[in-house]
C-alpha cells in the first residue's frame, strides 16, 4: 500500500471516530445544558440562561445532525447515503473534520458566555459553573481521543473566558486559580495529543494488516488461477518455458521405456546402457514470497525468468528442467562416471541464483537444493525422496543443499512408522505429559504450567511433541491426539486443585487447523464441565497464524473467553499478524518467539524488537511471555526490560505430571530457589 492510502485511511478512521465520539458526548453537553439554565433560573438570571441555553442547544443540535451527514468516500460506513443524489452533496473526509472543529469550536464559545450568568465568576453559583466547566472540558478530552484538534478548540475558550475572569476579578487566591486553569488548559491539550498520537499507531497497524490481508488474498487467487491454467496445459509452463510437471514426468518415462538412459534397471543395465549416474535435484527459492509482498507479482515473474535463464545456462545444454509450480523448480542431472558426485554443481547453481538481481538488493534471493539419485522412473517417488533432503537442507538456513542419504532415509521411514503406530500409542496410553512452567515476578512464582505431549517410540526413541502433532495431522489423528492431551491436562488440573495451586493455569496448545476444523469449544468445556473442573484454570495457545483469518475461529474463542478460558498467541513475531490483528479475537497474552528471545542479552536489536512488542502489548491490554529463556544472561535482560512472564530452561526444565507438582510444593515451602539446569 502507498503511503497516501494509509494516510488516507487513517484520517477516514478518525473522522468516524470523530462520529460516535461526538453522538455520545453530545448529549452529555445538552443535559450539562439544562443544569446551568436551572441554576441561572433559580438566581434570578433565567432570561439570560434562557438565551444563553438556545445559542447552546442550536449548535449541538447541529453537531448531532452533521454526525449523519454522509461523507464523500466510497468506503461508507452502514447506513450512510448512497447513490449520485447523495454523492453529489456529501463532504471530503478533510471538510468533514474541518467543519467538526468549527462546531466545536462554536459549542466551546457558548460556554466561554456562561460568565454572563454568574457576573464573572463571582456570584455563589461560582463553585456550580467551575465544576461544570472543567468536567465538560475534561470529557471533551476524553472523548475527542481520534483528532485531538476538536478537543482543543472546544476546551480553549471556556478555559480562557475563565482565566480572564479570574485575573480580571483579582486577588491572591484567584490569581493562583487562574495560573491552575492554565495549567489545566496545557495538560489537556497535551493529553488530547498524546491519545490523538496512540489512536493513529493503533489506526495505522490495523490499516496495515487490512491491507497485508488483501494482499495475501489476492496471491492466493492468482496462484490457484495459475494451478487450474497449468493443468490445462500441456508439457512447458508459459511463464519460463521450461518443462511443466507432466512434461517432467513424461520425460522420465521416455527415458525409462527406451532404455537409452535408464532410470530404475539397476547398476547392471545402468552400466549397460550409460556410464554414468543421475540425480533429481529439485530447487526451492529462497526469499522469494518477500519479494512477491514487497516488490509485486510482475517482479516475481521477473525473477522466477531470470532463475530458469541462470539454471539453463549453468546445466548441460540437454539436461531436463521443470519448472514444477510456484518458485520451485527440477532438474535431472547425468555425471559421467568418475565424476566426484553433484555437490560441485549444487554449489555452483547456488552461487549463481545468489548473484544480484536487476532492480533488487544482493542477497535478497537465495536457493535450496534437494538431491537424490535416481532408481526410480516415478517421477512420485524421486520428488519425496528429493523434498525430504530439500527439507532438510532448508533447516539448515539459506542457500544449502542437502543429499538424500541413509539417514534421511531413517527419517522418512521413522515418520511412516510414527503414522503406522500412534493410534496404537493412544489405546495403550503410551504418550505421557510434561510440563513447563511460565514464571512472573522475575522467575519467583509460577503463572502457568505449559503441557507438552511426548511418546518413547519402541523403535526411534523420542518423538518430538512438534513432529508428533504434524504426523498426526497428516494421518487423520488430529482428534484423536487433542482429546487424548484434553484428558492429560485435565488430570493436571485435578492435581493442582488437590496441592492447593487453584492460582495455577494449564496450557494446552491448539493449531490453527484444529481450531478451524474441529468443536473445539464444545470439546474442551463439556470435557471440563463433566469432570466439575473450573475452565479458569486452562489457557488455550494458538500460533499466530490465527489471526490471518480471524473470521474462521473468532465464534469458537469467543465462547472459550466467555467460559473462562485464557487464550493465547504462541511463537509470535515469526509470522504475518500484528497486534492490531489480534486486537480482533479475545486474546489475553501473546509469547514472543524464541527466535527473538534466544541470544537478546547480546543483541541491541533484538531488545528493541520485544521493547516494542512489551509496549505495544500493553496498550493493547495483552499479556506477554517471552519463551525461550535459555541463560540467566537472556533472563536478567527480559527483567531490566519489564517482561512480566517468562518460559525457558533458565527457569525451568519441562518435567511430567508428579514431579513438577512436587517441585512447585518443594517451592513453596523453601521459597524460590536457583535450580540447576538439566538438558
Known amino acids: 500500500m502507498t503511503a ?199 489506526s495505522r497497524l490495523k490499516n496495515e494488516a487490512t491491507f497485508l490481508s488483501r494482499s495475501l488474498e489476492t496471491a492466493n487467487h492468482r496462484i490457484t488461477l495459475f494451478a487450474r491454467d497449468m493443468r490445462e496445459r500441456a508439457t512447458h509452463d508459459d511463464l519460463t518455458g521450461l518443462l511443466n510437471r507432466r512434461g517432467f514426468a513424461e520425460v522420465l518415462v521416455s527415458r525409462g521405456q527406451t532404455g537409452q538412459e535408464t532410470l530404475s534397471e539397476g547398476a547392471a543395465r545402468r552400466d549397460e546402457h550409460v556410464a554414468g549416474r543421475h540425480f533429481l535435484l529439485l530447487f526451492d527459492l529462497d526469499g522469494f514470497k518477500t519479494i512477491n509482498d514487497a516488490f509485486g507479482h510482475k517482479t516475481g515473474d521477473m525473477i522466477l525468468v531470470e532463475v530458469a535463464g541462470r539454471l539453463r545456462a549453468y546445466l548441460p545444454a540437454d539436461t531436463p528442467l521443470a519448472r514444477l509450480g510456484g518458485d520451485e523448480f527440477a532438474a535431472l542431472v547425468d555425471l559421467p562416471a568418475g565424476d566426484a558426485g553433484p555437490e560441485a554443481i549444487a554449489k555452483d547453481l547456488i552461487a549463481a541464483i545468489a548473484a544480484p538481481f536487476a532492480r533488487l538488493p544482493a542477497g535478497r534471493i537465495g536457493v535450496s537444493i534437494g538431491i537424490c539419485e535416481c532408481d526410480d522412473d516415478n517421477l512420485d517417488t524421486l520428488l519425496v525422496a528429493a523434498d525430504v533432503a530439500l527439507y532438510a537442507a532448508k533447516n539448515t538456513g539459506r542457500n544449502r543443499f542437502r543429499i538424500f542419504d541413509e539417514a534421511l532415509r531413517r527419517r522418512a521411514q521413522m515418520t511412516r512408522d510414527i503414522e503406522r503406530d500412534l493410534a496404537a500409542a493412544m489405546a495403550q496410553q503410551a504418550l505421557t505429559m510434561w510440563y513447563q512452567p511460565i514464571m512472573a515476578e522475575n522467575g519467583t512464582r509460577v503463572d502457568t504450567l505449559e503441557a507438552l505431549v511426548r511418546w518413547q517410540h519402541p523403535a526411534h526413541g523420542f518423538i518430538p511433541p512438534m513432529e508428533l502433532v504434524a504426523v498426526s495431522a497428516l494421518s487423520g489423528l488430529s482428534g484423536d491426539l487433542l482429546r487424548y492431551i484434553l484428558r492429560e491436562i485435565t488430570k493436571m488440573v485435578a492435581l493442582l486443585r488437590q496441592n492447593g495451586f487453584d492460582d495455577v493455569r494449564v496450557a494446552m496448545n491448539v493449531s490453527p487447523r484444529e481450531m478451524t476444523q474441529m468443536a473445539v469449544d464444545e470439546l474442551v468445556i463439556s470435557e471440563f464441565k463433566a469432570l466439575g473442573l473450573p475452565l479458569s484454570m486452562l489457557e488455550i495457545e494458538i500460533t499466530e497464524e490465527v489471526a490471518i483469518d480471524p473470521a474462521a475461529v473468532k465464534d469458537k474463542l469467543d465462547r472459550l473467553t466467555q467460559a473462562g478460558v485464557r487464550l493465547a498467541i504462541d511463537d509470535f513475531g515469526t509470522g504475518y499478524s500484528s497486534l492490531s490483528a489480534l486486537q480482533s479475537l479475545p486474546i489475553h497474552r501473546v509469547k514472543i518467539d524464541r527466535a527473538l528471545i534466544h541470544g537478546i542479552a547480546a543483541s541491541p536489536e533484538r531488545q528493541a524488537l520485544v521493547d516494542a512488542v512489551l509496549h505495544v502489548s500493553k496498550s493493547f491490554g495483552f499479556e506477554v511471555v517471552g519463551e525461550g529463556v535459555e541463560t540467566p544472561e537472556d533472563q536478567a535482560t527480559l ?6 512472564l517468562m518460559q525457558g530452561y533458565a527457569l525451568s526444565r519441562p518435567r511430567p505430571r508428579e514431579e513438577i507438582v512436587g517441585w512447585m510444593e518443594s517451592g513453596r515451602k523453601a521459597g524460590p530457589a536457583n535450580e540447576e539446569l538439566a538438558p
Open 4 to 202: 497516501s492510502a494509509l494516510n488516507e485511511a487513517i484520517v477516514l478512521d478518525k473522522l468516524r471516530a470523530v462520529r460516535k465520539t461526538v453522538a455520545i458526548s453530545i448529549p452529555v453537553n445538552m443535559l450539562l445544558g439544562v443544569a446551568a439554565l436551572a441554576v441561572a433560573i433559580h438566581a434570578g438570571n433565567g432570561a439570560a440562561g434562557a438565551l444563553w441555553f438556545s445559542f447552546s442547544l442550536a449548535i449541538n443540535i447541529t453537531r448531532l445532525l452533521f454526525c449523519r451527514y454522509p461523507i464523500g468516500n466510497d468506503r461508507r460506513e452502514p447506513g450512510e447515503a448512497t447513490g449520485a443524489r447523495a454523492s453529489r452533496r456529501a463532504l471530503s473526509v478533510g471538510r468533514h473534520l474541518t467543519l467538526h472543529c468549527v462546531f466545536a469550536f462554536l459549542s466551546g464559545f457558548a460556554w466561554a458566555l456562561i460568565p454572563f450568568l454568574c457576573d464573572g465568576y463571582t456570584t455563589p453559583e461560582t463553585v456550580f459553573y467551575l465544576a461544570v466547566v472543567c468536567g465538560i472540558t475534561a470529557g471533551a478530552v476524553t472523548h475527542g481521543f481520534a483528532y485531538a484538534v476538536i478537543p482543543i478548540v472546544f476546551i480553549t475558550p471556556p478555559l480562557v473566558s475563565l482565566i480572564g475572569c479570574l485575573l480580571y476579578s483579582g486577588g491572591y487566591d484567584r490569581n493562583w486559580l487562574a495560573a491552575t486553569v492554565l495549567l489545566y488548559l496545557l495538560a489537556l491539550i497535551r493529553g488530547s495529543r498524546v491519545g490523538e498520537e496512540l489512536v493513529d499507531n493503533q
Open 639 to 644: 527483567e531490566e526490560l519489564g517482561c512480566p
